[in-house]
């Protein structure tokens, strides 16, 4: 059993920054790919941000390619996200996961995802 707690969210101008935090509960942090989802008021989830276990491994789709940034500190069980250059599109709550199966194509899929956070709000003004 995994526990997630999203951090670091709030209201930033565009062009502008924050970054969050998922700090994970257990003993086998390193073993879990994390990810970081996105979910806007009436759209479906989406993905945004995965980092393998070792750090090695990290994929993000091209809507935020260049501004984002994933990494983790398995010593601290915590996974972050650095998002630069702000926009209005970027608002949504913002979730954290962990998924515990072999790293693949699959990743930037929820369904792949066995723990989940409660959700950290991003707001970005125009």
């Known amino acids: 059993q995994v526990q997630l707690v999203e951090s670091g969210g709030g209201l930033v101008q565009a062009g502008g920054s924050l970054r969050l935090s998922c700090a994970a509960s257990g003993r086998t942090f390193n073993r879990y790919a994390m990810g970081w989802f996105r979910q806007a008021p009436g759209k479906v989830r989406e993905f945004v941000a995965v980092?393998?276990?070792?750090?090695?491994?990290?994929y993000y789709p091209d809507s935020v390619k260049g501004r984002f940034t994933i990494s983790r500190d398995n010593a601290k069980n915590t996974v972050y996200l650095q998002m630069n250059s702000l926009k209005p599109e970027d608002t949504a709550v913002y979730y954290c996961?962990?998924?515990?199966?072999?790293?693949?194509?699959?990743?930037?899929?929820?369904?792949?995802?066995?723990?989940w956070g409660q959700g950290t709000q991003v707001t970005v003004s125009s």
């Open positions: 996961a962990a998924n515990n199966r072999p790293w693949s194509a699959g990743v930037r899929y929820e369904a792949e995802y066995d723990y």
């Open positions: 980092i393998s276990g070792s750090g090695v491994g990290i």
